[in-house]
């Protein structure tokens, strides 16, 4: 595997609306249901670059927010733990497994319910 960063929001907006026809998570229980899932099997593919970071932070780096949206991501947020995306990936780039870690990700869909936890910053 290739050195790789990886920028994804977990409930992407564009894979849901093009590829699955669901236009938006909080249409129905059934849409909120759905979105749920797709996150949680987000966050469990995700999971290979995460381990990767943790095992090789110099690797591989991963920052993952549990927001609806595909290319919105901005300087200012969404933020985990304070951090933009532009910060997370600039400390894997200058400081690999540097102190604030490689691996920036929300758990949207852990808590075991049908409905999405969305990190506010979104």
Known sequence: M???FVIEAEVDSVQ??????VASCDDSDEAD???AAWGA???AALAQV???ARDDPARAGLFAAA???H???K????TIGGRSYVDALGDWLLRPGGAAGSVSEDACCANGTAVVTYNPTC
């Open 67 to 69: 927001c609806y949206m």
């Open 16 to 21: 849901l609306s093009l590829h699955a026809g």
């Open 75 to 78: 300087a200012t947020g969404p």
């Open 33 to 35: 249901a759905y979105c």
């Open 50 to 52: 995460a381990d990767r």
């Open 41 to 43: 099997n987000m966050t």
């Open 2 to 4: 290739l050195d790789a």
């Open 71 to 73: 290319t919105t991501f």
